[in-house]
């Protein structure tokens, strides 16, 4: 893969994976992020990738976006062994970046956000590092009574088997080796209810893992960095969450 910047994906396909890095040009290696857009594992919305890769940027991080296959390419567990290939590539490549691959992190939102979960579940499954931490930004958790349906139609097709449900049900495979994970939802989200960061936030309390759950007032639904909004300040409380600047 070349490293340098895609700035035309005019190429990509749906049943394809495409990763564009965003490097830090200078400086210390420092871990890197992986960035995981919505879009009902349906389609992926733009503002919740590249814009954030530059945010990370600012903050002397490098990061990858990924699109991952999405549509009728995205039935389970296609999106996941794309993110599975993705890091593979960033860390058999990282000598070649002013990375580090210890202490990386994952970043989703909305149907990515549940992609990122999935990925925190079953890292040891694909004998990948555990991620330093999670980023999950009003996410689609579980694929039962509070789903998101567009996101559960793309993913399992119409009629899935319990069995794939609870395969797939984020809050249902939470552990003590979950990794720390920031989550955050608007209380006035309509597209994804928010019961399913409270669900995941619970189950992650009753496992013991290390996380943070910020609900915030109102913002609505895929908002991405959440500018002018009261979701603003989750870039930087998740940037601290992942650092441990938050444990000072």
């Not at 396909?13 to 290696?29: D, F, I, K, M, N």
């Not at 871990?31 to 990738?49: C, N, R, S």
Request: glycine content about 10%; charged content about 25%; proline content about 7%.
């Amino acid at each position: 893969m070349n490293w340098q910047k895609t700035t035309n994906n005019s190429s990509w396909q749906p049943e394809q994976y495409h990763l564009t890095a965003y490097p830090v040009p200078e400086g210390s290696r420092e871990p890197f992020a992986l960035i995981l857009p919505g879009g009902g594992y349906e389609h992926l919305a733009d503002h919740e990738g590249e814009p954030i890769a530059k945010k990370l940027n600012e903050k002397g991080i490098s990061a990858f976006v990924l699109r991952y296959s999405i549509g009728e390419h995205a039935r389970y567990p296609a999106p996941l062994l794309d993110v599975v290939s993705a890091l593979r590539h960033i860390f058999a490549n990282a000598e070649s970046l002013p990375i580090q691959t210890e202490d990386y992190s994952v970043w989703g939102f909305s149907a990515g956000g549940h992609l990122c979960g999935l990925t925190a579940a079953y890292y040891k499954r694909y004998h990948l590092p555990k991620p330093g931490a999670v980023v999950l930004c009003y996410p689609v958790v579980t694929m039962g009574e509070w789903t998101h349906q567009g996101s559960r139609k793309n993913l399992l097709g119409k009629h899935p088997s319990e069995e794939e449900v609870r395969e797939t049900s984020i809050e249902r495979l939470a552990d003590k080796d979950f990794p720390p994970a920031y989550l955050w939802h608007s209380a006035q989200d309509r597209g994804v209810d928010p019961e399913n960061s409270r669900q995941l936030a619970r189950a992650l309390t009753e496992h013991g893992v290390k996380h943070r759950y910020h609900e915030f007032p109102s913002g609505g639904h895929g908002v991405g960095l959440g500018l002018g909004t009261s979701c603003e300040p989750w870039f930087d409380e998740a940037v601290a969450f992942w650092r441990k600047d938050d444990e000072a």
